[in-house]
């Protein structure tokens, strides 16, 4: 954030989920950005809901991940995503149509991943939309079950 705000600032970074909190707002005290940045703390329920709906951007710039659904819901809920192409991640989006992928650790091509989709509106809307229907479409519950019941029935045989 500190060096894609340079080029931002009318946006802000707000920040979700615990662990080492302390010495991320220590860190971004020391690299003056901390008047940029609300610290949501463990978010969940209707305040995930109003947060996710509210953002234009969700950031997932993770080393290590299985299958993170809060991309899955940050594409429902309409927020372009930038995340890294780890564990599940690439199995979940096509990069440069459901959203934008960068290698974990890259910091300057987070930066310019973060800056290039505040600054156009309709990349943001063209990966959005495609963003949207690809979960809808593979990820549903009724699209899950079905999937499920055809790995039944191979396993066991039809379901009643």
């Not at 940029?36 to 969940?44: A, C, F, M, T």
């Not at 299985?66 to 899955?72: A, E, R």
């Not at 149509?97 to 156009?120: K, N, T, Y």
């Amino acid at each position: 954030w500190a060096r894609a705000r340079e080029r931002l600032p009318n946006w802000r970074l707000r920040v979700g989920g615990n662990g080492e909190v302390e010495r991320f707002l220590a860190e971004a005290e020391a690299l003056g950005i901390r008047g940029d940045i609300d610290y949501l703390g463990w978010v969940s329920g209707d305040a995930k809901e109003a947060a996710l709906a509210q953002a234009d951007i969700f950031v997932l710039p993770s080393y290590k991940e299985g299958m993170p659904v809060s991309i899955l819901e940050a594409m429902v809920y309409g927020a372009a995503v930038v995340a890294t192409p780890v564990g599940g991640v690439p199995d979940m989006m096509v990069a440069g149509h459901h959203g934008l992928l960068v290698d974990a650790g890259d910091v300057d091509a987070l930066a310019e991943a973060m800056q290039r989709l505040a600054g156009d509106a309709r990349l943001r809307e063209r990966l959005t939309g495609a963003a949207r229907e690809h979960v809808r479409a593979n990820y549903s519950s009724t699209e899950v079950i079905e999937r499920l019941k055809v790995v039944y029935r191979e396993l066991i045989g039809p379901i009643s």
